[in-house]
């Protein structure tokens, strides 16, 4: 018998002290997903958490304007830990014209401002794959 593992996801506003991802938090846990959030407030302890936590995928918030920085540094830092294959995504306050170059560097999927947020839980299970994590 198989067990049905969650999705895990490891989730952060790294860089800011800025609106709460609560809203997102709360979605995606509605939605089945266990999120880890706490204090992250570097993209260093963000991939150091998503290693410990076994993600299977990191969920970076931006709003500062540092989302190049960030996402890079993310995938960076993941792929020197040989855990290139936690699915990165996220979004914020992120310019539609960033969106390509993004996508570009191994972000799978930016959110942008207005988005509903049933949609990223929705998201989350359609393309990232449980057990799958930072091992």
């Known amino acids: 018998m198989q067990e049905n593992n969650p999705i895990r996801i490891v989730m952060a506003m790294p860089g800011t002290g800025g609106p709460s991802a609560a809203p997102l938090v709360q979605a995606l846990n509605?939605?089945?997903?266990?999120?880890?959030?706490?204090?992250?407030?570097?993209?260093?302890?963000?991939?150091?958490?998503?290693?410990?936590?076994n993600?299977?995928?990191?969920?970076?918030?931006?709003?500062?304007?540092?989302?190049?920085?960030?996402?890079?540094?993310?995938?960076?830092?993941?792929r020197e830990r040989g855990a290139d294959q936690v699915t990165v995504f996220g979004g914020g306050v992120i310019p539609l014209s960033d969106v390509p170059a993004l996508k570009e560097l191994g972000v799978a999927q930016v959110f942008t401002a207005g988005t509903v947020?049933?949609?990223?839980?929705?998201?989350?299970?359609?393309?990232?794959?449980?057990?799958?994590g930072a091992k």
């Open 30 to 53: 509605d939605g089945g997903i266990e999120t880890f959030t706490g204090p992250l407030n570097t993209v260093e302890q963000l991939v150091e958490a998503a290693i410990e936590k």
């Open 55 to 78: 993600a299977d995928a990191v969920c970076i918030s931006s709003v500062q304007g540092e989302h190049h920085t960030l996402f890079s540094r993310t995938i960076e830092l993941l």
């Open 117 to 132: 947020l049933p949609s990223v839980a929705r998201w989350v299970h359609e393309n990232v794959k449980p057990g799958a």
